[in-house]
């Protein structure tokens, strides 16, 4: 069995094993069910709910109900370059099509703006299966730039409820060219604030190496 099996046939068992804890103590209010790693899930935000954080320590992003299926959000990275004219910033609409206790369908896109560079993004769909202490999320989206380059992305991911304040997180993609990321950590909860400890390993690149994933969250 590959390492790429291996990696996915854990996440398959962790899955389902957490579908038996119906009766488990409610998770962590922190728990930050709508985004896995870096990506969303299909849940929604509720409306009202504004959560702030910070991606690799560089790259601060909010996200912000607007009703209880739609939710608008955005960021800029800290530092970039010289020029502060030219600074990118990107938008994260989310709109959440079908919300049950166990399934939800959303769409959404990542468009980052680079002023008097153009700029580009992804457009998505991403569908999530299962509850709070365990569900897998699995999405598909069509990355693009102004400039008219085009090429397909698939998502899989998956979360699993340790214990309350801790949760197993992996988000992997794999693009139309073979080129992808694998990543798998865990998310450390509090009442308000969580922080995110994985490793990122790009797949086809021709060489193996991996790479810190640290993200906090605070919810509002």
Not at 180 to 207: K, T
Request: glycine share 16%; proline share 5%.
């Amino acid at each position: 069995m590959t390492k790429v099996h291996a990696f996915h046939a854990v996440l398959l068992l962790l899955l389902g094993a957490s579908a038996s804890r119906a009766q488990d103590p409610a998770p962590s209010p922190a728990s930050n069910g709508t985004r896995l790693l870096f990506g969303p899930t299909a849940r929604a935000l509720p409306r009202g709910q504004v959560y702030f954080g910070v991606y690799e320590f560089l790259m601060p992003f909010v996200q912000v109900g607007v009703t209880d299926r739609v939710s608008l959000g955005g960021g800029t990275p800290l530092f970039f370059g010289i020029d502060e004219s030219h600074r990118p910033f990107w938008v994260t609409p989310k709109v959440q099509l079908v919300g049950t206790e166990t399934t939800a369908v959303a769409a959404g896109a990542i468009h980052i703006f680079t002023p008097g560079e153009g700029g580009g993004g992804v457009g998505y769909v991403v569908a999530t299966r299962g509850k709070e202490r365990g569900a897998l999320t699995a999405g598909a989206g069509l990355a693009y730039d102004v400039h008219g380059g085009r090429t397909a992305v698939v998502m899989i991911g998956g979360e699993r409820e340790m214990r309350r304040s801790l949760r197993f997180i992996t988000e992997n993609y794999i693009w139309r060219n073979g080129i992808g990321m694998a990543s798998a950590g865990v998310r450390f909860c509090g009442q308000r604030l969580s922080a995110d400890v994985a490793l990122g390993v790009p797949i086809g690149l021709g060489e193996t190496f991996a790479f810190p994933v640290v993200n906090f969250v605070y919810m509002f």
